[in-house]
């Protein structure tokens, strides 16, 4: 779908389709469209948010990456920017129309980073045991889950 080794515009597709297209999928470009202006707006709003916390950490002469719950911090707001970028990724491939609906894969790989965000700002003085272990068999599970489907291969 790429013009001149260039990609398409996001309403390059769209308009293409639009005159084949169901109500329904007419419908799903719509909400693709205005989700993906959605986060993206997040996105920019959390990265300058992300940028303007450590530009005041340097200033301040407070920043030090081997302090532990600064570390968690910076690194939970880089995981939350990952995770709502892989998110508008997904939405992209629809409005695109490489994929007609949000794809289980997509849906596990988000939950399997929100999972690791976690595991990066779990205050590990404050989680029992039993918790931990269940949120470890969650990510087992997503991550068996995820392979099962990887392929695309219904059976």
């Known amino acids: 779908m790429e013009q001149n080794g260039k990609n398409p515009g996001v309403f390059t597709e769209t308009r293409k389709h639009w005159p084949v297209m169901t109500f329904y999928e007419r419908f799903e470009q719509v909400v693709a469209i205005i989700l993906s202006f959605a986060i993206a707006v997040v996105v920019i709003v959390a990265l300058w948010e992300l940028v303007s916390h450590i530009v005041s950490l340097l200033l301040a002469g407070t ?18 920017l990952l995770i709502a970028m892989e998110f508008k990724h997904s939405i992209i491939r629809v409005i695109h129309r490489h994929e007609s609906i949000i794809q289980v894969k997509t849906v596990l790989l988000i939950a399997m980073l929100a999972l690791a965000r976690k595991f990066i700002i779990i205050d590990s003085a404050t989680i029992d045991a039993d918790k931990l272990a269940a949120l470890a068999a969650v990510l087992l599970a997503l991550g068996v889950a995820y392979w099962l489907v990887r392929d695309g291969k219904s059976h």
Do not use: A, K, V, Y
């Open 63 to 80: 920043l030090d990456p081997l302090e532990h719950s600064g570390f968690q911090n910076i690194f939970g707001m880089i995981m939350t």
